[in-house]
T-cell receptor
């Protein structure tokens, strides 16, 4: 049973560039959430996708956008990268929206130079 | 005031001892409370959740919730070196998936 998979594992970008991160949820899960974890901090909620729509959003600017596909996989896009966007980006899936048991992927480490 | 606060540690306990991890939260309307374990370089893993005041036990782990004091704790009995990790407290305010995480407490269990 495949868990939550994310790609790529590491990414290096420069300021101003755009990046796309990808996530496949755990088998049987239909809801995907994205979190940003800065070094030494807890994860911060970016947004949640369910039925291909953004359902909840945290306190992140519009530079952060996402998408969910019919197969429940998801993408996180970040435009106009800033140095402060350097972090571990975690994808979490759950059985359905409102189910609070999150299963996290191993994350994508983004470095912005 | 931060929404969810934890002592950053490190908290060091000898093998076999009880480790006590604490968390306070600011939103009195918070509904559910979670503890995640995160090994260095790995993703968070859910270990306990609690909704009601009191204690909830699962194996060597006990979660304690006191909503009046806005306080959540995690006790780890018979601590093992493999328990050495960062423990994240997460609070859910609205039954959605907008969890607010604390900064985590780093636990070190010494053999």
């Amino acid at each position: 049973d495949a868990g939550v998979t994310q790609s790529p594992t590491h990414l290096i970008k420069t300021r101003g560039q755009q990046v796309t991160l990808r996530c496949s949820p755990k088998s049987g899960h239909d809801t995907v959430s994205w979190y940003q974890q800065a070094l030494g901090q807890g994860p911060q909620f970016i947004f949640q996708y369910y039925e291909e729509e953004e359902r909840q959003r945290g306190n992140f600017p519009d530079r952060f956008s996402g998408h969910q596909f019919p197969n429940y996989s998801s993408e996180l896009n970040v435009n106009a990268l800033l140095l402060g966007d350097s972090a571990l980006y975690l994808c979490a899936s759950s059985l359905k929206a409102g189910n609070e048991k999150l299963f996290f992927g191993s994350g994508t480490q983004l470095s912005v130079l | 005031q931060k929404e969810v606060e934890q002592n950053s540690g490190p908290l060091s306990v000898p093998e076999g001892a009880i480790a006590s991890l604490n968390c306070t939260y600011s939103d009195r309307g918070s509904q559910s409370f979670f503890w995640y374990r995160q090994y260095s370089g790995k993703s968070p893993e859910l270990i306990m959740f609690i909704y009601s005041n009191g204690d909830k036990e699962d194996g060597r782990f006990t979660a304690q919730l006191n909503k009046a004091s806005q306080y959540v704790s995690l006790l780890i009995r018979d601590s093992q070196p493999s328990d050495s990790a960062t423990y994240l407290c997460a609070v859910n305010k609205d039954y959605g998936q907008n969890f607010v995480f604390g900064p985590g407490t780093r636990l070190s269990v010494l053999p």
